[in-house]
């Protein structure tokens, strides 16, 4: 991989975090500014959707060239990369989010509450809406752990070439085909080709392939690599580089495809939310979810630089809201 790939890698990100900072303030202007005008909420929610969308094509293409360095990011901070999952945040988070927002402010507000005040935020979330949340939070810890699953075995098969996934091992004169990915069918090629919305939302995601028998770790101590490692003579010997390149370069597109069906994923729960909530409590769910990994970014940022993690990997970390801090 050249170092212009990763160059436009961390270039993506880059952009992102910019875009998520101008999605923030436009947010919270019509939260602040706009909070009765449901046309205008509508209209900046679409907005912030269609970025996400945006930004889930851009890296799509750059994954494609390597898809490991998306679920190992090097440009992130190390706090970030360690709250990670599949190259981004737990689906789960978005629900999560809800109910602490809810609880948040009816604490804030309860004495308003009692006496009759309603602002219609994420504090009076009704007993229906309260319902389809559960049943979505259910359905999407379900997804995850499907997904986590199949990030365990890293095992996706290309269904549209039954061949991928074969390495040739060269043993004495001759040239042996082997194939390290076991073949199942994708989550996205299982899954209904429609997006129903009914009045009670009870999304139903049929993401996920069955759990599989192999681990990872099982996988990688299988044919071919587990021979080839053990053949080396010199531990990293490149007398095998074309197998090891191909089973590596196989094991890649595997992750890029499990990154897809979790972008995929993360959008459609965020859409299945934002279908329960009104628009004023989806507006304030954006604010919160744009503003988290801002504030996690710069935080961690500045965790890394007083730790000595920054001046140690050489890394330029980029900051969002100004110049980056001196260090101490």
């Known amino acids: 991989m050249c170092m212009a790939n990763h160059q436009q890698f961390q270039a993506c990100y880059q952009n992102w975090m910019a875009q998520q900072k101008l999605d923030h303030d436009e947010l919270l202007q019509g939260l602040t500014n706009f909070p009765t005008d449901l046309d205008y909420l509508k209209l900046i929610t679409r907005n912030a959707i269609n970025h996400i969308e945006n930004h889930h094509t851009a890296r799509a293409q750059l994954a494609k060239h390597d898809g490991p360095s998306?679920?190992?990011p090097t440009w992130g901070t190390t706090f970030e990369n360690s709250s990670l999952w599949i190259g981004g945040s737990r689906p789960s988070l978005i629900i999560r989010l809800v109910y602490v927002?809810?609880?948040s402010q009816l604490k804030v507000h309860l004495a308003?509450?009692?006496e009759g005040v309603r602002r219609g935020n994420l504090g009076e979330i009704s007993s229906s809406q309260l319902k389809n949340i559960d049943s979505l939070h259910g359905r999407t810890i379900k997804e995850e752990d499907k997904l986590t699953s199949v990030l365990a075995s890293s095992a996706v098969?290309?269904?549209e070439n039954p061949h991928r996934g074969n390495v040739s091992i060269k043993r004495g004169n001759e040239i042996e085909k082997?194939?390290?990915f076991p073949k199942?069918?994708?989550p996205s090629e299982r899954r209904s080709p429609e997006r129903k919305v009914a009045t009670e939302v009870t999304?139903?995601?049929?993401l996920g392939p069955p759990l599989l028998e192999r681990t990872y770790m099982e996988k990688v101590a299988d044919e071919p690599l587990?021979?080839?490692a053990y053949n080396c003579k010199i531990v990293g010997e490149s007398s095998q580089g074309e197998a090891v390149d191909e089973a590596m370069d196989s094991h890649a597109l595997d992750m890029y495809k499990i990154l897809m069906e979790a972008d995929k994923l993360r959008l459609d729960i965020l859409k299945y939310m934002i279908d329960i909530l009104t628009p004023l409590q989806a507006v304030e769910l954006l604010v919160a979810l744009k503003k988290l990994p801002l504030c996690l970014h710069e935080w961690s940022k500045r965790r890394d630089i007083q730790m000595g993690i920054t001046k140690l990997l050489n890394t330029q970390i980029s900051s969002t809201s100004g110049p980056p801090e001196p260090e101490p």
Do not use: H, K, R, Y
């Open 101 to 103: 927002l809810c609880g």
């Open 178 to 180: 082997t194939s390290i």
């Open 157 to 159: 098969a290309d269904l």
């Open 203 to 206: 999304p139903s995601i049929t």
């Open 112 to 114: 308003e509450f009692l």
């Open 226 to 228: 587990v021979l080839l």
């Open 184 to 186: 199942f069918t994708l």
């Open 70 to 72: 998306f679920l190992a």
